[in-house]
Structures are given as C-alpha cells and as structure tokens.
C-alpha cells in the first residue's frame, strides 16, 4: 500500500508549468533517494527521476525532480499534450525494508 | 537492455500463478529484479525483490508468505510465484530491473494477471 502522498491530479495548459509533491517521513524519504516515473495507460511506467534531481538520457529537461527534507517534487515546465499521463514518485523505507510508491498524479493537459 | 515477460493469465481463486521475466542485454546476476503491481485503477505497488547472483530475496510485507520469487541463472530469467490468489489480486504485474545507479531504470512489458471464478 502507498506510503507516499501525492496530489491525486495536476494540470495546465501547454507551456505552462505544473508541480507535483510527494511527501511523508524521515524512514524513507528523509533518508533515501527519491524516483519519479511516468505511466501512460497500456505501457510500462518509464524511469523519469532518479537519485532526486537526476534524468537518464533521453528524458527532456522539461523535468525536474526536487528533494528536501522529507518532501519531494516533480516539476514539469513548457507542458505539452504528450505529458498527459500517472506520474508516481518511489523510495525505499527503511522501517519496512522495501520501496514504497506514491498515491499517483494523474496530469491533464487542458 | 529488455526483459520480457510471460503471457496474461486467467486464475481461479485459491490458485497460483507463476510469471516469468527473461533479461538480456546485460548480466543478469548483477542488478535486483523488483516486482511491481498495478490493479485496476490503483496505484503502483512493491511486491519485492531478488537478487540473482545468490537468490537473496525481500518481500514486502502484505505478501509474506504468498509470494516467492527465484531465478534461473542458465535462463537469465526470474520468476514470481503468488499463491493462494483472490480477486482483489487481479492486477499488472510487472518485472523491474534496479540498476545500482539509477534505481528501477528498465520495466517489462507487464503480465495481466485476472482472478475470477
């Protein structure tokens, strides 16, 4: 079950920029690496974020993974039609020993 | 770098299935393999992790005792057991690879798995 809170929608209009926060305690996010993944319908969710703030090659620096404390973030600036999608934030918690995934954000690009 | 998975499947409650999720491209004992639900409209969900290269194995804790998973090093494949299946267990599965790296860095194409009488 999600440990992690996130909004459950987020939107704009193209070009605009949107925020989406993740949030919950010292046992996971405080202390490890936040991931952020982005999950179009009938696809496998694809690595977006890692190590906070980090983008593998390929993904546009439109976004941009934030931490501090016991909070992350995941920004999307210049929206466009084709980031409509579930976006899940992911961390490992070090009190139940396994990764935890966010409650999702569903973004609409109106 | 892709792993691929087995089949959807249809189970009757009280049942087990059994997914697959064959690598290549790179050296399977060297990276975790993860596994991920999605049920439907729900959120991602851990069911836990192995190792290849020893078979060291983390479940989380609501699947304790239902799911097992192992590798076949000469396949290159890692499997995922769950027993005893309910409906609410119908779900996406998927297999992930955790490179030290970057975390979960590459997915299967999921498994559908239904469990219905």
């Known amino acids: 079950q999600s440990v992690l809170t996130q909004p459950p929608s987020a939107s704009g209009t193209p070009g605009q920029r949107v925020s989406i926060s993740c949030s919950k305690g010292?046992?996971?996010?405080?202390?490890?690496?936040v991931y952020w993944f982005q999950h179009l319908p009938g696809t496998a969710p694809k690595l977006l974020i890692y190590?906070?703030?980090q983008r593998p090659s390929g993904v546009p620096d439109r976004f941009s993974g934030f931490k501090s404390g016991t909070s992350a973030s995941l920004a999307i600036s210049g929206l466009r039609s084709e980031d409509e999608a579930d976006y899940f934030c992911?961390?490992?918690?070090?009190?139940?020993?396994?990764?935890?995934f966010g409650t999702g954000t569903k973004v609409s690009v109106l | 770098v892709q792993l691929v998975q087995s089949g959807a499947e249809v189970k009757k409650p009280e049942t087990s299935v059994n997914v697959s999720c064959k690598v290549s491209?790179?050296?399977?004992?060297?990276?975790?393999i993860h596994w991920v639900r999605q049920a439907p409209g729900q959120g991602l969900e851990w069911m836990g992790r192995?190792?290849?290269?020893?078979?060291?194995?983390n479940y989380a804790q609501r699947f304790q005792g239902r799911v097992t998973m192992t590798r076949d090093t000469s396949m290159n494949t890692a499997y995922m057991e769950l027993t005893s299946l309910r409906s609410d267990d119908t779900a996406v599965y998927y297999c992930?690879?955790?490179?030290?790296?970057?975390?979960?860095?590459?997915w299967g194409q999921g498994t559908s798995v239904t469990v219905s009488s």
């Open positions: 192995i190792h290849p290269n020893r078979g060291a194995t």
């Open positions: 992930v690879r955790d490179d030290h790296f970057y975390g979960m860095d590459v």
């Open positions: 491209g790179y050296n399977f004992i060297d990276s975790y």
């Open positions: 010292s046992s996971n996010i405080g202390n490890n690496y």
């Open positions: 190590r906070n703030d």
């Open positions: 992911a961390t490992w918690d070090d009190s139940l020993g396994g990764y935890v």
